[in-house]
C-alpha cells in the first residue's frame, strides 16, 4: 500500500511540474507566477522556545529563513538591539528550540536587517541604523548549523552619505558561474548589486564587486502590473527551473495584511539590472507574525513556495506563522 501512495504522488507531481512547464511556453513568467498563486493566504503556525540569553531592548527580529541540513531542518533569525547585532538558530524537532544565539557585531553595528541564505551562503547586513552612514554585509557559509563557523568569508564595507550607505534588507543567490548579491538601502530606496565568480568566493585577493545600483525612484514602471514599491524588510532572490531570475519584496502593506510583491529582474550578463513588477500578492496579517518584522522565501524540491514569518523578538515561546 505504501509503495502505491508514493507511486501516486509522484505522478501527481511530475504532472504538477509538467503543467507548470507548458504554461512556460506561453509566458516565461508564468511559472514563478504559478508557484506565488498557489501560497494560501491563511498561514499555518508553528512555535520554538527559547531558554538562551537575547537582548530584546532597542530592536526586534528582523528576517528568517528556512535551511535544511542532513535532513534535519532549522530556522535562522536575524536580529537588532541596543547592544549589538545578532543571528539565532532554531532547530526544528519534536521540540522546536532556539540552540544558538550569535553576536555578529557591537555598537554602532547593533542593526543586523532582512537576510538571505542561498545553499549554504548565508548574507546578512549590519547597519549603524543611528547615524545611518556605514553598514557591513557578512558573507558566511553554513553548512552545519549546529557547528557555525566562527568568521565570515567575505566582509563588505559599505560607507555614505546618511541612509545611502546602510543595508537593511539584503539578498543573495548561486547563478550560473556567479554568485549575486543585492542590498537595499533605508527603506529601499536604492538597490545596489554585487557579484564573484563562485570559484572565487573566500578567497583573500577576491571580493564581491559593485557592479550596478538602481535608483528606485527613477526606475520606469510603464510595464509594471502596479506601481506601487514599497520599504520591504526583506528582499530574497529567487529562480525558476528556467533560470530566469526574481526578487521576492515582502512587507506590510499599512492596511493589516502582508504583502508578497514578485519583479522579473532583467541583466544583462548580470552587469545591468532592471526589474519589472509581474505579481502581488495579499497574505493574512497577525500581531504575533507579520512581514512588518520579518520574512523570508524558501523554494521546495517539488516547486512550491513558502514564506516564513515571525513576531518582534525571541521569547520563552515564539510563534511563527507558514504561509505555503
Given at each position: ?57 532597542g530592536g526586534h527580529l528582523q528576517g528568517i ?28 524537532g519534536v521540540e522546536n528550540s532556539v540552540i ?75 547563478i550560473g558561474e556567479f554568485v549575486l548579491l ?143
Amino acid at each position: 500500500m505504501k509503495k502505491n501512495i508514493y507511486y501516486i504522488f509522484s505522478i501527481t507531481r511530475v504532472l504538477s511540474l509538467l503543467l507548470i512547464f507548458v504554461k512556460c511556453d506561453e509566458n516565461p513568467d508564468n511559472q514563478i507566477i504559478d508557484m506565488a498563486e498557489r501560497i494560501d493566504s491563511i498561514p499555518s503556525s508553528i512555535s520554538f522556545q527559547n531558554i538562551l540569553d537575547v537582548n530584546n531592548n532597542g530592536g526586534h527580529l528582523q528576517g528568517i529563513q528556512y535551511y535544511k541540513y542532513n535532513q534535519k531542518e532549522y530556522l535562522f533569525l536575524s536580529g537588532s538591539s541596543d547592544s549589538n547585532s545578532y543571528y539565532a538558530v532554531v532547530k526544528m524537532g519534536v521540540e522546536n528550540s532556539v540552540i544558538s544565539v550569535n553576536n555578529i557585531l557591537p555598537i554602532p553595528y547593533k542593526h543586523a536587517g532582512g537576510f538571505q541564505i542561498s545553499n549554504n551562503l548565508m548574507a546578512i547586513g549590519v547597519e549603524d541604523n543611528s547615524v545611518r552612514n556605514k553598514s557591513k554585509v557578512f558573507i558566511y557559509r553554513i553548512d552545519d548549523p549546529e557547528s557555525l563557523p566562527k568568521e565570515p568569508l567575505e566582509i563588505i564595507d559599505r560607507f555614505g552619505t546618511i541612509k545611502r550607505a546602510t543595508a537593511g534588507c539584503v539578498g543573495i543567490i548561486e547563478i550560473g558561474e556567479f554568485v549575486l548579491l543585492v542590498v537595499g538601502d533605508w527603506d529601499t530606496k536604492h538597490l545596489d548589486f554585487y557579484k564573484i565568480k563562485k570559484e572565487r568566493v573566500g578567497f583573500d585577493d577576491e571580493t564581491f564587486e559593485l557592479v550596478y545600483s538602481i535608483n528606485i525612484a527613477n526606475i520606469d514602471r510603464s510595464d509594471w502590473i502596479n506601481d506601487i514599491w514599497l520599504s520591504y524588510q526583506n528582499i530574497n532572490f529567487i529562480r525558476d527551473y528556467s533560470d530566469n531570475l526574481y526578487l521576492a519584496g515582502m512587507a506590510s502593506n499599512g492596511n493589516g495584511k502582508n504583502l508578497l510583491d514578485l519583479f522579473r529582474i532583467e541583466t544583462e550578463d548580470f552587469s545591468t539590472f532592471n526589474l519589472r513588477k509581474i505579481f502581488s500578492k495579499q497574505l493574512n496579517q497577525s500581531d504575533e507574525a507579520n512581514f512588518d518584522l520579518a520574512a523570508g522565501l524558501y523554494m521546495t524540491d517539488g516547486g512550491n513556495l513558502k514564506i516564513f514569518s515571525c513576531g518582534s523578538h525571541i521569547q520563552e515561546v515564539t510563534r511563527i506563522n507558514i504561509f505555503k
